[in-house]
């Protein structure tokens, strides 16, 4: 289906937040003086802490309270659209809230030297049940020319799609965030991203996560802050009146973990050689407010995720040298209990998700990845997969629900959901 691009939606700047502050040396952004939001309840729901088998052992910072034990379930194949992983077809991009597919159909042109260009793209929700999809949006290239930008993250639940559109590097991360209402089949531009004095966009990553709670849409986006410093800010999109406010936190990774409230990675300093150390606050939407999580300190953070399960950031504790060319890193996670646990990585990290009754992570241990689940209830987590020279995993977070992503030979081979069982 084709329309017409409509105009961008006016993008408000709320007031700056009334309470930043923190036991680490803080920056500049991080200063402002106020009362403090209190978190509610549903940041964290009430129930046991994670763990299970063989697998490092942690270190334990809390008692863990009684509550039901929960323990990894083999992880649950998804049966993917026909065409995944195939170039030219489709490709699984994510799902709706509802458990619908998402997928990209990607028609490409093969070049002179040999590469291929895509040329076409078309985001498509696919129905399991009817095996049938239906066409959301078309990108195409003008006149048969290699498209400039791709369709990237989409996400959505009964009554909106909403999804990135964005170039393919990072160098200047030019993005477009699209909306659409699945009710009236409107299509709306909702904002893009800022650029600098010199007319570049900030780089260092595009506009990610999209989490959608009713009719409001939240991401965090790279921008420009003081004296050309990239930095991090929250959007909040009202999606039936397409306006998009930008909440003035040096915030990135928030997840709705109530109406009205996200959790994310708030900046709060620096070190000594200006990698930006942070950690979880819960942001008021209406105020801008912040209210940090008790219990994590200012760190590197690689990786951040909030969900019922618990929360889990990877932290950077010491960067390679030349002495030793090594990664030094780990996993602190609160659970449901409140209960932390602290588990080291080999040699850095990956990605971080958490599901109802699970927290997962992903090692890097020297290319090799390793996945990791710890089960509400355990202590100790389980070795979910592992890569070797013909498959490759990684993890990723749909709408809450942890999934394994298995490759081969660079192509998307399988999926499967990562769940815990509990008693």
């Not at 270190?59 to 929960?70: I, M």
């Not at 709670?213 to 800010?233: H, N, Q, Y």
């Not at 900046?267 to 942001?283: E, H, L, T």
């Not at 890569?387 to 977070?397: H, P, V, Y």
Request: glycine share 8%.
């Amino acid at each position: 289906m084709g329309f017409a691009l409509p105009m961008l939606a006016a993008i408000e700047t709320s007031p700056p937040p009334r309470s930043l502050q923190s036991d680490f040396q803080p920056s500049p952004s991080a200063s402002a003086a106020g009362d403090t939001v209190t978190p509610s309840a549903a940041v964290l729901p009430t129930g046991s802490p994670p763990g299970d088998s063989s697998a490092p052992t942690p270190s334990t910072t809390a008692p863990s309270a009684s509550a039901s034990v929960c323990h990894v379930a083999e992880p649950v194949p998804i049966t993917l659209p026909p065409g995944s992983g195939e170039v030219p077809e489709a490709f699984f991009d994510g799902f709706t809230a509802d458990g619908e597919m998402l997928t990209v159909k990607e028609q490409r042109r093969n070049m002179p030297n040999g590469d291929h260009d895509a040329v076409r793209q078309d985001l498509m929700v696919w129905d399991k049940d009817q095996q049938a999809s239906t066409t959301v949006v078309s990108l195409r290239g003008p006149h048969g020319t290699p498209l400039s930008d791709q369709i990237y993250a989409p996400t959505g639940n009964v009554r909106w799609i909403v999804w990135l559109q964005t170039d393919f590097t990072l160098d200047e991360a030019d993005w477009t965030m699209w909306a659409y209402d699945r009710s009236s089949g409107d299509v709306r531009k909702l904002a893009t991203n800022d650029r600098g004095p010199d007319g570049r966009g900030a780089p260092s990553g595009w506009a990610e996560p999209i989490q959608i709670l009713s009719e409001e849409a939240v991401w965090s986006a790279p921008v420009w802050g003081a004296d050309g410093v990239v930095e991090s800010r929250v959007y909040v999109a009202d999606l039936p009146r397409g306006k998009v406010r930008r909440l003035s936190a040096n915030a990135a990774d928030p997840y709705v973990t109530a109406p009205g409230q996200v959790t994310a990675d708030v900046v709060v300093g620096q070190d000594a050689q200006k990698n930006p150390f942070s950690r979880p606050g819960v942001i008021d939407l209406a105020t801008g407010d912040v209210a940090f999580v008790p219990g994590f300190d200012p760190a590197r953070v690689s990786a951040f995720a909030v969900g019922a399960a618990g929360m889990i950031e990877a932290r950077i504790l010491k960067e390679p040298t030349a002495d030793d060319p090594f990664t030094t890193a780990d996993i602190l996670l609160q659970d449901t209990s409140g209960t932390f646990r602290e588990f080291p990585l080999q040699n850095g990290s990956g990605a971080v998700a958490v599901g109802d009754n699970v927290i997962v992570w992903q090692e890097d241990a020297l290319s090799m990845y390793q996945v990791w689940a710890l089960a509400t209830g355990q202590e100790s987590p389980v070795l979910v997969a592992k890569s070797d020279e013909m498959n490759d995993f990684e993890i990723a977070s749909y709408g809450g629900l942890p999934v394994l992503r298995s490759f081969s030979q660079g192509r998307l081979s399988s999926m499967a959901l990562i769940q815990a069982q509990c008693a």
